[in-house]
């Protein structure tokens, strides 16, 4: 079991950054693959950006956010980050983490055994 806790959310600027953070209960953290998804009023969650598991380690992102987020994960302390700069109005949205066993496709949500509450995230221009 993983249990899985967002926090780091808030408004902010068009252009300005955010850093969220993923805390996780669990022993077998580092095995898992972590990812951010996002959803909007009225839409699909939706992919953002995940990291591999520990000893294996890759990123991957949507196009829409690549060069301006940031995943990372601290096994030692059991959390995942994502900073965000460069906020658009359109990554408004509730942004949830998830955890999902190695081995599944990271980039959809039914890979993901584990979510995390959601963090709002709401970017004024």
């Known amino acids: 079991q993983v249990q899985l806790v967002e926090s780091g959310g808030g408004l902010v600027q068009a252009g300005g950054s955010l850093r969220l953070s993923c805390a996780a209960s669990?022993?077998?953290?580092?095995?898992?693959?972590l990812g951010w998804f996002r959803q909007a009023p009225g839409k699909e969650r939706e992919f953002v950006a995940a990291?591999?598991?520990?000893?294996?380690?890759?990123?991957y992102y949507t196009d829409s956010v690549k060069g301006r987020f940031t995943i990372s994960r601290d096994n030692a302390k059991n959390t995942m980050y994502l900073q965000m700069n460069s906020l658009k109005p359109e990554d408004t949205a509730v942004y949830y983490c998830?955890?999902?066993?190695?081995?599944?496709?990271?980039?959809?949500?039914?890979?993901?055994?584990?979510w995390g509450q959601g963090t709002q995230v709401t970017v004024s221009s």
């Open positions: 990291i591999t598991r520990s000893g294996w380690e890759r990123t």
């Open positions: 669990g022993r077998t953290f580092s095995s898992y693959t």
């Open positions: 998830a955890a999902a066993p190695w081995g599944r496709s990271l980039w959809v949500t039914n890979s993901y055994d584990y």
